[in-house]
C-alpha cells in the first residue's frame, strides 16, 4: 500500500493548490492575467521582487504557458514601466532581417533602405527589450548581441556612429538552451549573460487551479453573458493541456462561438467542439499509472468503507483530489462505488 500510495502522491501532487482563494486579477501592457495557484502566485512574488534590479531574465517554460506575460510584468514593475517596453519574436524574423532590426540601418545601407531606421535597442533605450524565442537567434546574431549586452556600443548597419543604450534585457525560450548549447547551435558565454536570474513557467497541468478561473475569463472575453458548469471546469482540470494556456483561450474561444444557450456544460466539450485537441479531455495519458491508481483509490474506499474524506486521509491527499480523479475514471461520487480486483466500476 505505501509504495502504491507514493504512486498516487506523484500523480496528485499537482492538484495542490489554494481553493478557496478569490483568483488574482492584473493587468500588464494589456495583457490581462488571472492567478488563482499556489505556483503562480509564487512565481508572481518572485517577479515582482527582481523586478526592480536591472539584471537579465530569462524566462523558461513550454509553449504556450504565458511567458511573454511574465515579461510585461517584469518591465511594469520596474522602475522603468515609464520608459518603452519593446518587443521582438525572434523566430518570426528571417535571419537576414534579424540584425537590421535588433540595430537598425542607415540609408542606403542596402538596397530598399530608403531611410534610417532605429534598431529596436535604440527604441528601448532606458526601457525594456523583450526578445521571445532567443533560441531561434542563428550564432552570428547570438555574437553580435552578446557585445551589445556586454555595454559595449553598436553601430546601425551601414552606419559609422556608435550607438550606446541602456535597456534592460529579457529574454524567453521553450527550448533546452543548455542542451543547445552541448549542440552546439546556443553560445555558452550569452546563455550566461541572459540567465542572470531565471523565471519558470510552470505548465497549465502543473496549476489546475488558475484552469478555471482562466476559462471563465476568456468565455467572458468572448461572450459575458456565458457561464460554464463546475461539472464542465473539472473535466478541464483532468486534461493535460499540452498547448497549455493557448490551448484552453483557443478552446473556449471555440465554444463561446458553438454554444447553443448560456451555459457550456459538460457535454459541450464532448467531440465536435473538441475535434484537434491532442487527446479527449476524460482520458489519461498513462493507461499503466492510472490502473495503478485506480487499484490505490479501490483499496483506500475498501478500507474506508467508501468513506471518501477517510479515504482522501488514508491516500494523503485532499477531498478534491480524489474526487477529481474519481470523475476523471468515470466515476460518479455521488453513488455507491463497487471496486473489483482490478480497479473502479
Not at 540567465?195 to 489546475?208: F, G, I, S, Y
Not at 474561444?253 to 485537441?277: H, K, S
Amino acid at each position: 500500500m505505501a509504495i502504491l500510495k507514493k504512486t498516487l502522491d506523484a500523480r496528485a501532487a499537482v492538484d495542490i493548490g489554494t481553493s478557496g482563494e478569490t483568483p488574482d486579477v492584473r493587468s500588464f501592457l494589456g495583457m490581462t492575467a488571472v492567478i488563482s495557484s499556489a505556483r503562480m502566485r509564487t512565481v508572481m512574488r518572485f517577479v515582482e521582487r527582481i523586478a526592480r534590479s536591472n539584471a537579465a531574465v530569462l524566462i523558461s517554460g513550454e509553449s504556450g504557458t504565458g511567458k511573454e506575460l511574465i515579461a510585461r510584468a517584469l518591465h511594469e514593475y520596474s522602475p522603468r514601466s515609464s520608459k518603452p517596453w519593446i518587443d521582438i519574436n525572434c523566430a518570426a524574423l528571417p535571419d537576414h532581417l534579424l540584425e537590421s532590426e535588433l540595430f537598425g540601418f542607415e540609408k542606403g545601407a542596402f538596397s530598399g533602405a530608403d531611410s534610417q531606421k532605429q534598431g529596436m535597442f535604440e527604441l528601448a533605450d532606458q526601457g525594456t527589450l523583450f526578445l521571445d524565442e532567443i533560441g531561434e537567434l542563428n550564432l552570428k546574431s547570438q555574437s553580435k548581441l552578446l557585445r551589445v549586452l556586454d555595454g559595449f556600443p553598436h553601430y546601425r548597419l551601414g552606419g559609422t556612429r556608435k550607438i550606446a543604450v541602456d535597456a534592460r534585457i529579457v529574454a524567453a525560450t521553450n527550448a533546452d538552451l543548455e542542451n543547445e548549447i552541448r549542440l552546439g547551435r546556443f553560445r555558452a558565454d550569452l546563455f550566461h549573460r541572459l540567465n542572470q536570474v531565471r523565471v519558470a513557467v510552470p505548465a497549465l497541468r502543473e496549476r489546475p487551479d488558475d484552469i478555471g478561473p482562466l476559462a471563465r475569463l476568456f468565455l467572458e472575453q468572448q461572450n459575458p453573458a456565458l457561464t460554464i458548469t463546475e461539472e464542465a471546469i473539472e473535466a478541464l482540470e483532468c486534461y493535460s493541456w499540452p498547448g497549455n494556456v493557448r490551448e484552453l483561450r483557443s478552446l473556449m474561444n471555440r465554444l463561446a462561438v458553438l454554444a447553443n444557450g448560456t451555459e457550456i456544460q459538460l457535454e459541450d466539450l464532448a467531440p465536435p467542439p473538441l475535434q484537434g485537441v491532442s487527446q479527449p479531455i476524460e482520458s489519461a495519458p498513462n493507461y499503466s499509472l492510472d490502473k495503478l491508481e485506480q487499484e490505490v483509490i479501490c483499496h483506500a474506499l475498501e478500507q474506508a468503507d467508501g468513506r471518501r474524506n477517510r479515504a482522501a486521509e488514508l491516500l494523503g491527499i485532499s477531498r478534491r483530489t480524489l474526487i477529481r480523479r474519481l470523475k476523471l475514471y468515470g466515476v460518479n461520487p455521488t453513488r455507491p462505488l463497487v471496486c473489483s480486483g482490478t480497479g473502479v466500476n
